[in-house]
């Protein structure tokens, strides 16, 4: 199996996302979606980004590679601040393609029209490669990396199958040599068993290429196969970030513990049942206060003190949550259970 | 709960949908027999040879990778298969009529009162420009004859059995201002909203968070202890399968390859294709584990396949695999394989 890569202490992550708020939209439109993200990637690691719909992660994406700008903070890449570039150097890095983004649904963000292999060559085109001889030789190559032959070269997106389709995209980010892949879902519209087979290329991409990947997930449990660290999102914050078999086995977040409770088994071995850590009250919640912590309404353990929101500290070595309760509230649901039985949802 | 939960018995329904047939006297909901859908206008056969039974107040699911024919089969026991598509051979029989041939007409009087049906995407099953209550409460007065004012009163109560918070509210929303789960909730509430026997679910949570998708299976679960709703569930994702149903029908390139109760299915497997969706599933548990696939990819729809269809991909195929029709043999109690190795097991025993 792998092992999470051995960091030197102190080590300067390949990426850094320091203190970011982002807003998107203006006016009474604005929308604050992520709220003082600190977040490190470093070389040869896979780390998970998990979180439910609208929790931001998508959004934290598309903020590390450059399409949306932080209304605070920066984003540090190999020492260099490019959130702070503007235009021209801007759109230079841009075009450097360092930073790779896979998209979520491939049927919806490869060209219907262009075939497989102008796909995969648009990025070296875009960087100014002009040889055409050795963009295909990268092409092929690219296209190898992912378990492609050259047979899927002329087809079109809607030509192949789904697992394929996700194969293109990653080829595509892959033909550019990036210094960091993130993939944002990119098992969510597979079933199970071409899920594994697109997880474990991305494994075996970090493996070979010590490339440090960013999967982006809604589905915590598809990340146990593959994820070095877990960052776990909600509501625009991050509410923990640690080794992934130390979270799974005791998750200090209870949002983290509702998410792993919530995932269907066949085998059930999880340290808490979902009943324990619902809201006796489902669906949406008013938020309390906009200080309180992001997920006090929703939290059967918020007290008093979560008026306030916790900041992100540390429980572990490079294991850290965001909770004030983090110690007791794992005490807290082992005694609710008797007590409350099935709370249906009503 | 103020609704009525009363179920009208089985004999009742040949008088209230007026169809005049007989009933044959068993209590299953739903019966399939050696169904067979053809595809493509009858150009190749997609689902062969299906057989399966729902009781009341059981949640069945069906399970199989994409383009197994799961989907196919439930729209066949809908009576909504899309163009193109005809059932070729075999019977459909609700609460023990014979509905195969059932009119246009016949159907619509089923549809609502008897069965209802929620599917991946509520969205677009919903009208976008009108309140979520007033598409609800349509429903009702066109189905159960119901005044605007009752209709109003049960689609109230109805949501509120959905667990939506503030169903007045809820009411007169459109679809867009509500989330998926809630909008789940809704399509879940206009399935139900005529009492109907049987509740059709094709991928419901596929689209939903995982903490919602828990939520919907809930109230699933819920609503069979409650009304005895029977359920067919429809997925690709076995580990929510096991979580839900009762018992679990696995499908593989349009023929049933192993059935039976959910205990027997995910504790003793025998066919290898199950085996193998248990593996690759198992990623569900939080134990860091190999990234198990299956090997090759399922036939062609229609592909004409002497013998297992799943061979090619199997690990422990035999030639006798592609001799002939495999049989499909008792394996324990109501555990029905269809191999060629559990055959001989049977036998030999």
């Keep these: 199996m792998t092992s999470v890569p051995a960091t030197p202490a102190g080590a300067p992550p390949l990426l850094a996302v320091e203190s970011v708020d982002v807003t998107l939209g203006r006016g009474w439109r604005a929308n604050q979606v992520l709220s003082g993200v600190d977040l490190g990637i470093w070389p040869g690691e896979i780390v998970g980004l998990v979180g439910e719909t609208g929790s931001g992660k998508t959004t934290l994406a598309r903020t590390v590679v450059g399409l949306v700008n932080p209304t605070r903070g920066r984003i540090v890449f190999e020492g260099q601040p490019i959130s702070a570039l503007r235009r021209g150097a801007r759109r230079a890095e841009r075009r450097r393609g360092h930073v790779q983004l896979v998209f979520q649904d491939p049927l919806q963000s490869l060209d219907p029209d262009l075939t497989v292999a102008e796909i995969v060559a648009e990025g070296l085109r875009i960087r100014g490669e002009t040889d055409g001889e050795q963009i295909r030789r990268r092409v092929t190559a690219a296209l190898a990396k992912v378990g492609l032959d050259a047979t899927v070269l002329e ?28 993939c944002d879902e990119p098992v969510s519209a597979l079933d199970a068993s071409s899920r594994n087979h697109i997880l474990r290329l991305l494994r075996e991409l970090r493996d070979s290429l010590g490339l440090p990947i960013v999967v982006i997930s809604h589905d915590l449990s598809s990340l146990a196969g593959i994820a070095d660290r877990v960052v776990v999102l909600y509501r625009g914050r991050i509410v ?47 938020q309390a206060s906009p200080d309180a912590c992001v997920f006090a309404a929703r939290c059967p353990f918020a007290a008093g003190i979560c008026a306030a929101q916790p900041s992100l500290t540390p429980v572990g070595e490079r294991w850290s949550v965001s909770c004030h309760r983090h110690e007791e509230w794992g005490a807290l649901a082992q005694s609710a259970t008797d007590q409350e039985g099935p709370a249906h949802a009503r | 709960m103020a609704i009525d939960n009363r179920k009208p018995p089985p004999d009742l329904l040949a008088s209230r949908s007026g169809t005049g047939r007989q009933a044959t006297g068993d209590d299953d909901v739903l019966r399939l027999d050696d169904l067979h859908v053809s595809v493509h206008g009858g150009a190749a056969t997609a689902v062969r040879g299906v057989s399966l039974r729902i009781r009341p107040g059981e949640i069945v699911g069906l399970v199989g990778e994409s383009g197994s024919g799961k989907t196919l089969t439930c729209r066949a026991a809908l009576g909504v298969l899309p163009d193109g598509c005809a059932v070729e051979r075999g ?13 246009r007409r016949g159907w619509e009087r089923l549809h609502g009162s008897h069965m209802g049906a929620v599917f991946q995407d509520p969205a677009s099953y919903l009208n976008p420009v009108l309140t979520v209550g007033g598409q609800l409460a349509e429903v009702l007065r066109v189905k159960l004859r119901m005044t605007r004012r009752e209709a109003r009163r049960r689609a109230l109560e109805l949501f509120e059995a959905v667990g939506l918070r503030q169903p007045e509210r809820v009411y007169d929303q459109i679809p867009a201002e509500l989330s998926g789960g809630m909008l789940q909730r809704v399509m879940i509430a206009i399935a139900i909203s005529c009492d109907p026997q049987l509740l059709v679910a094709d991928e419901p949570t596929t689209a939903l968070d995982v903490t919602i998708q828990a939520e919907v299976l809930e109230l699933l679960r819920q609503l069979r202890d409650e009304r005895g709703l029977a359920i067919l569930f429809v997925s690709h994702d076995l580990a929510v399968i096991t979580a839900l149903c009762d018992r679990i029908v696995v499908f593989y390139a349009g023929e049933v390859v192993e059935a039976g109760p959910t205990g027997e299915i995910a504790q003793r497997p025998r066919h290898p294709y199950t085996q193998a969706l248990l593996r690759v599933a198992s990623v569900g548990d939080f134990r860091r584990r190999g990234l198990e696939v299956i090997a090759g990819q399922p036939p062609r729809v229609g592909a004409d396949i002497t013998g297992c269809r799943f061979a090619p991909r199997c690990p422990l195929a035999v030639p006798e695999c592609a001799a002939g029709p495999i049989r499909s043999v008792l394996a324990g109690d109501q555990h029905e394989v269809r191999c060629v190795h559990a055959a001989r097991a049977v036998t030999a025993s």
């Excluded at chain 1, 809607?158 to 993130?182: D, F, K, N, T």
């Excluded at chain 1, 005791?250 to 071995?269: F, G």
């Design chain 1, 155 to 182: 087809r079109t997106p809607g030509q192949i199958s789904g697992g394929q389709r996700q194969r293109v995209s990653i080829a595509r980010a892959l033909a550019v040599e990036p210094r960091l892949l993130i």
């Design chain 1, 240 to 286: 923990e970030d640690g080794p992934v078999d130390r979270v799974f086995a005791t998750p200090r977040h209870p949002y983290t513990a509702l998410l792993m409770a919530s995932a269907p088994t066949v085998r059930d071995d999880r340290p808490f049942s979902a009943h324990q850590l619902r809201h006796g009250n489902p669906g949406p919640v008013p």
């Design chain 2, 91 to 103: 019977t459909v029989s609700f609460a023990g009529l014979d509905v195969t041939s059932l009119s």
